[in-house]
């Protein structure tokens, strides 16, 4: 989505700052990850509702045929609501409450996402007043790294997901004890944002050395989830705007060994949502400091945490000026000296009044937004609307 494809004069009449989707190229990215997983026999791939959970979005996404993999009640709703049907969602997260428990099994979702003994017996115990018997998959922590953001890494000895590697055989022996909960998989996410497909070959080596644990002691496993973790291109959303499935899912088929019958589930976020979606954004100001020039913007990481969080980089774009390119610092409003987008930057030179483009934000965007300093939510909208 070049600078020309946004519609400046639509822009006009909408208050700043908001979201911008561009459907077409959503429905593009949908279009490539089904023709890619469906070279796969047995590869089935879910959305996870945590990137991008704006309702037109997921009415998308559904239609596209995806599954959902949920991390909250709220995402429950959100996904049926939208028109997933119950048995394409998948439900994870290392702490559920009851009532969230309860509503995965009133709805009699795919699987539950298990990540420890204690919660395991809850289920159990929960689908036992309703009569009901829980399909559980355990998360195990493979001790697997991966070239990514400290923060965003999950598969780890030291992160607080999962189970350990050496309490498989027990947990899935304690699972078989209980009445009310049939173990059906194993789930695995080693984080996010990963571009190294080395980080998803050691993921499947790891999965592989498990899978030959449990068949020497007779047990087969029917569904195995390796999670999601596909990063894009922040730096070049113009000229890649879809990441490579192709790559991805072909890393999977040639070192994952699936035994016949066995499915194999993905759960992609960002790789779905965040090149379609841009941050609109207006300038308020421009300030002379005393070594460089500040693009005061409306919006602040109250809209796009990322870069405050993260140390994220998006692009920007100034897409209301074709002049010649000066150097900015582009921060917002916020009172806290975190709330910078970026340093240091070329833009095209910025006037009061002008949109800013923050690229690269369909994911972990409009969905963290906050309320601080008692702001409005950013709006979302598409631009088939």
């Known amino acids: 989505m070049g600078k020309g494809k946004f519609p400046i004069e639509r822009f006009k009449d909408i208050e700043t700052p908001f979201y911008w989707y561009d459907a077409d190229l959503l429905r593009n990215t949908l279009e490539s990850i089904n023709a890619e997983a469906s070279k796969h026999e047995g590869f089935v791939v879910h959305y996870a509702i945590k990137a991008n959970a704006n309702p037109k979005v997921l009415r998308i996404i559904r239609a596209a045929g995806l599954g959902a993999d949920c991390v909250s009640g709220g995402e429950i709703e959100a996904c049926i609501k939208a028109g997933f049907p119950s048995n394409k969602i998948v439900y994870a997260g290392v702490g559920k409450s009851d009532w969230e428990i309860n509503l995965g099994l009133d709805n009699d979702i795919f699987c539950f996402n298990v990540e420890s003994i204690p919660e395991l017996e809850v289920i159990n115990e929960l689908a036992a007043a309703k009569g009901k018997v829980a399909r559980v998959a355990f998360r195990l922590n493979p001790n697997v790294g991966a070239h990514t953001h400290a923060n965003i890494t999950t598969g780890l000895a030291e992160n607080k997901f999962g189970i350990a590697m050496r309490d498989m055989l027990s947990v899935i022996d304690e699972a078989s004890k209980l009445e009310n909960v049939k173990f059906v998989g194993l789930h695995f996410h080693i984080g996010s944002q990963i571009l190294d497909m080395s980080d998803f070959e050691a993921l499947c080596n790891r999965v592989n050395e498990l899978q030959s644990i449990l068949e020497s002691h007779r047990i087969r496993v029917e569904h195995i989830n390796v999670g999601g973790g596909l990063g894009v291109d922040y730096e070049h959303p113009n000229r890649l705007p879809i990441p490579d499935f192709k790559a991805y899912f072909d890393t999977y088929a040639k070192k994952l060994k699936l035994r016949p019958g066995q499915t194999l589930h993905f759960e992609l976020g960002r790789a779905v949502v965040a090149q379609c979606g841009s941050l609109i954004t207006r300038t308020l100001y421009i300030k002379e400091g005393a070594t460089k020039k500040f693009a005061i913007v409306d919006a602040g990481f109250t809209d796009l945490i990322r870069p405050a969080l993260y140390q994220a980089y998006h692009k920007i774009e100034n897409i209301s000026s074709e002049d010649q390119k000066e150097a900015y610092d582009v921060v917002g409003p916020i009172c806290e000296s975190t709330d910078v987008f970026a340093k240091q930057i070329d833009l ?27 702001r409005k939510l950013p709006k979302g909208y598409l631009s088939d609307e």
Request: charged content about 20%; proline content about 0%; aromatic content about 8%.
């Open 348 to 374: 095209n030179k910025t006037r009061r009044g002008d949109l800013l483009a923050i690229r690269s934000a369909g994911a972990y965007g409009e969905i963290m937004a906050s309320q601080y300093n008692c």
